[in-house]
Every structure is written in structure tokens, then in C-alpha cells.
């Protein structure tokens, strides 16, 4: 009688204890292609930002091919923008209701036949109608890897790999000057044909490697249940993501900081050979070596420092994914202000490097952030948002920078602004960490 009475008892410890199996050893499987996707994707996330900048290498091969004036190339990247901008909302979106890894897929597909497309082109409206598709379909691809990432990597090395990725994208737009040297050697076509093909044939490899992480590696502190995750797709809803998102104080927090941000680090990257060239009377060719020679590989190095330091603090501290940025700024502000004030071109050289390598902290752990803010059902569409505010905004202050300078507003000055603004984002760090902290506590 007394083992009939223990029976739904031992029969539910026996059910944990299948579960318990069955959970370790989707987490060995997700730990094996963790670093797989990561690798698979840095590959990808170069070719991303590759395949965007490059055009602006060879402008005079364009020129000289297709009629047009400085303001028409111009708008050529400004489409891109604002297209790719605008729909990143959606493209965070479709990554959080559908397949992660398909939307990575189909992105580098289309964006690469466009890029392919492009070197067809023969008249101007051609090429403005092939940037404007080519933001459309990369604007897929970033809020989706990072989401991927994040359901592969949990707990101790979701920075390093959000860095890791970022560095690829780096690497992809320091190597922009290749457009300009096959241009210059070749056509400015055959760069576009050679690397859309190259995108192409990649796109179909990963059909075969890149896979969704598992559903218990994409959805924490949820039971594994059929019912349960069927449940969750269902509420995978655009406006219900959006309501969401910005009744999360943290969330709001989030995009006010990420839009000052983009303002800063557009203002100080697009300005800095102009800085160099005026302040030490450098040629433009040796203003635009300093500005990015030491610049690039400074940024890459912050990105997996970064990330290093906050997976080996988060052992000990559970909100060292916020404290790691707030200390990078606190160290960039003041290096900002210095490299404004300086006479001396290696001290402004050295500040502006430092810059560089601290700032870095805060991109590698933004989507780390993200998860600890906001429901895990949201957050590449919440990424999505949040880059679409920093591309619109980070435009606007390229411009308000230049509009100051026509004003007769030195450089120094606007670096100074700068300096004032990551102050203010420091502030609006240790605001969302406040409030994550409430959060956890009200459901502990």
C-alpha cells in the first residue's frame, strides 16, 4: 500500500530525472557548435561589412564609369542607411518568430546576388536602386546572428563571443580598400562580381553547417514541453514586441544610451582624419593613415578584451556585463578630452587609441545586456530597434558635427562634446544596472 502511495512520486523523480539527462546533453551538444557558429558567422559579418563599404574605396573608378555629381554619390551610402536602418525593427522581428539561422542565410544569399547585380550596372539609378536593396537584405542579418549567438553561448562566454563576431565585422570594414585596388587594377564592376559570388557560394555552404541552436538553448527558465514552446512561438507577435519592450524601464534606458552612442562614435570616427589634418597640418592621404591605421586594430583588440573581462568577472559578479562598459568609458571620455587638448600629434594618437580599445567594451557586451533586460522571446527584435535609433541618430550627428564646424566651431570643441556624452552614457549604464537589479529581485 505504501509503494502504491509513493508511485506518482517516484514516477515524477524518475521524469526529472530523464529531463535532467536530457537537458545536459543538449547542453554538450549546444557547447560543441558554439564556437563553430561564432566562427561561421565572423566569417559572415566580414563579408557584411566588406560588401557595403567598399563602394566608397572606389568612387572615382565609379565616377568615371557612371556620370554623376558629389551629392548623387553621396546619397548613394545615405540610401543604404536609411533603408537599412528603418527596417532593422523588422528584421529583429522575423529572427525572434522564425528560424535564426535561415534568416542568416537568406540575408547573406540576397545581399550577395545584389551585390553580384551591382556590377551590371550601368546607369546611376541602377546603382541607387541596388544600395537601397542591399540595405533592405543586410539589414537582416545583424540583430539575427547576435540573437543566434546568444542561444548558443550562455553564461560565461556570451561577451567573448559577441566580440569575436563584432571583430569579423571590423575586419570586413578595414578591408574596404580592396574594392579600390581591384578597381584601380581591374574594373570597379569586377570587385562587386567577385565578392557577390563569393557570398553566394558561402550562403549555400552554410545550408548544410548553420543550424538553430536547440530549443532548450534558445529559451531559459522555461520547462521543456512541447506545449510550452509551441506556446511561446505563438506569442512571438510584432506589436505585442514592441509594447514590451518599451514598458521595460531598463529597455528605454537601453535606447536613449545606444542612440547617444551612435552620435559619439560616428561624430569622432567620421571627423577624426579631418581633425588630424587641420590641428596638425597633415597631408590628407598621412591624416587618413593615423585616423584608422592605429584606430582598427585598437578597436578589434577592446572588443575581445572586453569581452574576456566579462565573462571571467560574471563568475563573481552578476553585473560585471554592465560594470566592464561603464569602466571602458569612464577610461574613453577623459581619453577623448586629452586627444582634443593636445599639441602633440603621437599624445593625440596614443588618446585617440585608447578611445578606441575602451569604447569597444560596450559592443560586446550590448547584446549580453539586452538578454538581462528584456523577455528572451524579443531580443533580436529589441536589438533590431535599437540599431535602427543608433544608424538614424549617428547620421544626424555626422551632420550637426559638420553644421557646428560651418558655424565656426572648432573640432576641439565637438571632441569635448563628446567626452560629455559618454559621461552621460556611463550614467545611463549604471541606471539600467539599477534597474535590471529591481527586476530580478521582484521575481526572486
Not at 12 to 32: E, L
Not at 52 to 67: C, D, G, K, N, W
Not at 154 to 166: D, F, M, R, V
Not at 406 to 430: E, F, G, K, P
Amino acid at each position: 500500500m505504501s509503494f502504491l502511495q509513493n508511485l506518482p512520486t517516484t514516477i515524477k523523480a524518475i521524469k526529472k530525472i530523464q529531463m535532467s539527462d536530457q537537458t545536459k546533453t543538449i547542453q554538450v551538444k549546444v557547447s560543441r557548435n558554439a564556437w563553430l557558429v561564432v566562427g561561421l558567422l565572423f566569417i559572415v559579418g566580414a563579408l557584411n561589412y566588406l560588401d557595403r563599404t567598399m563602394i566608397a574605396t572606389m568612387r572615382s573608378s565609379i565616377v568615371e564609369s557612371v556620370p554623376m555629381s558629389d551629392a548623387q554619390f553621396g546619397l548613394l551610402t545615405s540610401v543604404f542607411l536609411w533603408v537599412y536602418g528603418i527596417l532593422s525593427p523588422l528584421a529583429g522581428f522575423l529572427a525572434d518568430r522564425f528560424s535564426r539561422s535561415k534568416v542568416i542565410i537568406g540575408s547573406l544569399f540576397i545581399w550577395s546576388l545584389v551585390t553580384w547585380l551591382t556590377s551590371l550596372a550601368t546607369t546611376y539609378n541602377q546603382l541607387l536602386a541596388t544600395r537601397a536593396l542591399m540595405g533592405i537584405s543586410e539589414a537582416f542579418y545583424i540583430p539575427a546572428a547576435l540573437a543566434l549567438i546568444m542561444d548558443y553561448h550562455k553564461g560565461p562566454t556570451q561577451s567573448t563571443a559577441t566580440g569575436l563576431h563584432i571583430a569579423g565585422v571590423m575586419v570586413g570594414q578595414s578591408l574596404g580598400f580592396i574594392g579600390g585596388w581591384i578597381a584601380e587594377n581591374h574594373t570597379w564592376n569586377y570587385a562587386f562580381h567577385i565578392f557577390g559570388m563569393v557570398g553566394i557560394a558561402y550562403a549555400i555552404l552554410l545550408l548544410f553547417i548553420l543550424k538553430d541552436a536547440p530549443k532548450a538553448g534558445s529559451i531559459e527558465n522555461i520547462p521543456l514541453n512541447s506545449q510550452t514552446e509551441n506556446k511561446t512561438k505563438v506569442n512571438v507577435k510584432f506589436s505585442t514586441a514592441i509594447k514590451d519592450l518599451f514598458t521595460r524601464k531598463s529597455f528605454v534606458i537601453l535606447f536613449v544610451f545606444w542612440g547617444i552612442m551612435g552620435v559619439v562614435g560616428w561624430m569622432v570616427m567620421a571627423w577624426l582624419p579631418t581633425y588630424y589634418k587641420e590641428h596638425f597640418n597633415l597631408s590628407q592621404s598621412m591624416a587618413g593613415f593615423y585616423a584608422t591605421a592605429y584606430l582598427y586594430p585598437a578597436s578589434i583588440a577592446g572588443l575581445l578584451l572586453g569581452g574576456f573581462l566579462s565573462d571571467r568577472w560574471s563568475k563573481k559578479n552578476k553585473h560585471a556585463r554592465i560594470l566592464i562598459p561603464m569602466i571602458g568609458l569612464a577610461i574613453a571620455a577623459p581619453a577623448v578630452f586629452a586627444g582634443s587638448y593636445t599639441t602633440v600629434l603621437w599624445i593625440a594618437i596614443l588618446f585617440f587609441l585608447i578611445y578606441g580599445l575602451t569604447r569597444m567594451f560596450v559592443d560586446t557586451n550590448l547584446m549580453p545586456i539586452l538578454c538581462l533586460t528584456v523577455d528572451n522571446r524579443y531580443r533580436a527584435t529589441g536589438y533590431g530597434i535599437l540599431n535602427m535609433f543608433a544608424t538614424i541618430i549617428g547620421g544626424l550627428g555626422i551632420y550637426a558635427a559638420g553644421a557646428l564646424r560651418d558655424s565656426q566651431i572648432n573640432l576641439n570643441l565637438v571632441y569635448r562634446l563628446a567626452s560629455l556624452s559618454i559621461i552621460i552614457c556611463i550614467i545611463l549604464l549604471w541606471l539600467v544596472k539599477n534597474d535590471a537589479e529591481k527586476i530580478k529581485n521582484k521575481h526572486l
